[in-house]
């Protein structure tokens, strides 16, 4: 019995059942740059006229007028390279409403994408009536920022099948989600890699785990425009740069009227004043986060330090990430003058040490960036990856373990270690959450029962 191949055929039964899902409203327009830049969807495409696409480079993001991303490089059919810029809109439509045919800066472009069809057929020419060749986006893509609402917190279908089964079966199952899930992420690094190389791939990784929930969008957007190079060229105002360029500096003055004095928040301030104008424009706006919602040691103000004190460590970090108990023993010792004590920018002192990076979210690293890093470069140990204890869970992982076992008890024994909780986490994410009838066509169930048969 093949359980991986069980497994990925009722993955391939769900996927073609949910493919009329529409993927243009998740997010912003931005947010999708920010996706595609990070090499979510992967770097070869079959264009609209059925060639074959490679994005040998995916060029520069342009954050001024004309197309998003330029001096780009692709191949089609495998034998022509073309060279120029490329345009990525919600719509297909887009290109015609917002007259990029009829501006001459639009004229080098050599790529629309985008990730809706019109009800009509459109091309898209330049103004010289060149024709552009086209790729629609789909939904079949794993990106490590997808976060989808999760209002199930009832018992599912597989509850009864999952029953009949042995603990050592239950984990199993389990251990085969958990080998996708990081086939996946490995897959997602490596795209990153090839887009960006593997240390500010590694960054833009981390960037996200420190996301948290709700947040793992905007900090992709600020590491890919921060970018670690520049952090470590200017190491003095690396923190006021991230600060800044995040939108928790806007204000007039920060530190006006704060009792006592915040002289962190002023140190930040006076570096980023100096910078300010040349980067205002790559500020992300306050619509972009949430600041709300979650525990005060996840707040995006603790998070955004402790992306400055990786940048500020990169060397120590890259010396040791392979070694998975030396890198998660030194994330945990990881500590800051002012973050050791402050939830954000202006709250007040604690009086007892708050843990820079605590070691359940040091966990979630180990399992979402450093162990995709040491499967990368070839070194990964499954063996030894099974027996990393797991810390305390979350609300989707409590879902999850509702949905299948029905029975906490149950649950809490699938969930001690780290592999177990990745599997059941990616069952979540590959059936319960692909699957909106109610378990109505779900083929998890089926799959199980025909483990059993």
Same mark, same amino acid.
């Given at each position: 019995?093949?359980?991986?191949?069980?497994?990925?055929?009722?993955?391939?039964?769900?996927?073609?059942?949910?493919?009329?899902?529409?993927?243009?409203?998740?997010?912003?327009?931005?947010?999708?740059?920010?996706?595609?830049?990070?090499?979510?969807?992967?770097?070869?495409?079959?264009?609209?006229?059925?060639?074959?696409?490679?994005?040998?480079?995916?060029?520069?993001?342009?954050?001024?007028?004309?197309?998003?991303?330029?001096?780009?490089?692709?191949?089609?059919?495998?034998?022509?390279?073309?060279?120029?810029?490329?345009?990525?809109?919600?719509?297909?439509?887009?290109?015609?409403?917002?007259?990029?045919?009829?501006?001459?800066?639009?004229?080098?472009?050599?790529?629309?994408?985008?990730?809706?069809?019109?009800?009509?057929?459109?091309?898209?020419?330049?103004?010289?009536?060149?024709?552009?060749?086209?790729?629609?986006?789909?939904?079949?893509?794993?990106?490590?920022?997808?976060?989808?609402?999760?209002?199930?917190?009832?018992?599912?279908?597989?509850?009864?099948?999952?029953?009949?089964?042995?603990?050592?079966?239950?984990?199993?199952? =389990?251990?085969? #989600?958990? +080998?996708?899930? !990081?086939? %996946?992420?490995?897959?997602?690094?490596?795209? &990153?890699?090839? *887009?960006?190389?593997?240390?500010?791939?590694?960054?833009?990784?981390?960037?996200?785990?420190?996301?948290?929930?709700?947040?793992?969008?905007?900090? =992709?957007?600020? #590491?890919? +425009?921060?970018? !670690?190079? %520049?952090?470590?060229?200017?190491?003095?105002? &690396?923190?006021? *740069?991230?600060?800044?360029?995040?939108?928790?500096?806007?204000?007039?003055?920060?530190?006006?009227?704060?009792?006592?004095?915040?002289?962190?928040?002023?140190?930040?301030?006076?570096?980023?004043?100096?910078? %300010?104008?040349?980067?205002?424009?790559?500020?992300?706006?306050?619509?972009?986060?949430?600041?709300?919602?979650?525990?005060?040691?996840?707040?995006?103000?603790?998070?955004?330090?402790?992306?400055?004190?990786?940048?500020?460590?990169?060397?120590?970090?890259?010396?040791?990430?392979?070694?998975?108990?030396?890198?998660?023993?030194?994330?945990?010792?990881?500590?800051?003058?002012?973050?050791?004590?402050?939830?954000?920018?202006?709250?007040?002192?604690?009086?007892?040490?708050?843990?820079?990076?605590?070691?359940?979210?040091?966990?979630?690293?180990?399992?979402?960036?450093?162990?995709?890093?040491?499967?990368?470069?070839?070194?990964?140990?499954?063996?030894?990856?099974?027996?990393?204890?797991?810390?305390?869970?979350?609300?989707?992982?409590?879902?999850?373990?509702?949905?299948?076992?029905?029975?906490?008890?149950?649950?809490?024994?699938?969930?001690?270690?780290?592999?177990?909780?990745?599997?059941?986490?990616?069952?979540?994410?590959?059936?319960?959450?692909?699957?909106?009838?109610?378990?109505?066509?779900?083929?998890?169930?089926?799959?199980?029962?025909?483990?059993?048969?």
């Amino acid at each position: 019995m093949n359980l991986d191949a069980i497994y990925r055929e009722a993955l391939e039964y769900e996927k073609i059942g949910e493919s009329t899902n529409d993927l243009s409203h998740a997010w912003s327009e931005l947010e999708y740059q920010a996706l595609w830049y990070s090499g979510a969807f992967g770097s070869t495409f079959r264009a609209t006229n059925g060639s074959s696409v490679e994005i040998l480079q995916f060029g520069f993001w342009n954050k001024e007028s004309g197309p998003d991303f330029v001096h780009a490089l692709i191949r089609v059919n495998g034998n022509q390279t073309l060279a120029g810029d490329i345009e990525l809109d919600l719509s297909a439509a887009d290109w015609e409403r917002h007259l990029h045919g009829e501006n001459p800066a639009f004229r080098n472009v050599v790529l629309h994408v985008f990730l809706r069809r019109s009800g009509f057929t459109c091309f898209t020419r330049t103004a010289e009536h060149r024709e552009v060749l086209q790729v629609e986006l789909t939904q079949d893509y794993h990106s490590a920022v997808v976060e989808t609402k999760i209002d199930l917190a009832k018992p599912g279908a597989c509850c009864g099948p999952l029953a009949r089964f042995s603990d050592q079966k239950v984990d199993q199952i =389990l251990e085969t #989600a958990a +080998r996708l899930r !990081l086939e %996946r992420k490995t897959q997602l690094l490596r795209r &990153a890699v090839h *887009v960006h190389g593997i240390d500010e791939a590694l960054f833009q990784a981390l960037a996200i785990a420190l996301g948290y929930k709700w947040n793992k969008v905007p900090f =992709l957007i600020l #590491a890919q +425009r921060v970018t !670690l190079q %520049r952090l470590r060229r200017d190491s003095e105002a &690396a923190e006021a *740069v991230l600060f800044g360029l995040a939108g928790f500096l806007e204000s007039a003055d920060p530190c006006k009227n704060l009792v006592p004095p915040n002289h962190y928040a002023a140190s930040l301030w006076t570096h980023w004043w100096k910078v %300010r104008s040349e980067l205002h424009s790559l500020v992300l706006a306050a619509e972009h986060w949430k600041l709300s919602g979650s525990r005060p040691a996840n707040h995006p103000h603790r998070r955004v330090g402790t992306l400055a004190v990786l940048a500020s460590h990169w060397s120590e970090f890259r010396k040791q990430s392979n070694d998975l108990t030396k890198v998660c023993r030194w994330f945990e010792d990881l500590n800051h003058r002012f973050w050791d004590f402050h939830y954000t920018l202006h709250s007040n002192a604690s009086s007892t040490p708050i843990a820079l990076l605590g070691k359940a979210r040091v966990k979630e690293i180990l399992a979402n960036v450093l162990f995709p890093l040491v499967a990368f470069s070839g070194g990964a140990d499954w063996e030894t990856y099974k027996q990393v204890r797991a810390e305390l869970g979350n609300k989707h992982l409590e879902l999850a373990g509702i949905r299948l076992f029905g029975d906490q008890a149950r649950a809490r024994n699938h969930t001690r270690f780290l592999f177990q909780q990745q599997g059941l986490l990616q069952i979540f994410d590959d059936f319960c959450l692909a699957n909106r009838n109610d378990c109505r066509n779900c083929r998890f169930p089926h799959l199980i029962e025909s483990i059993s048969s």
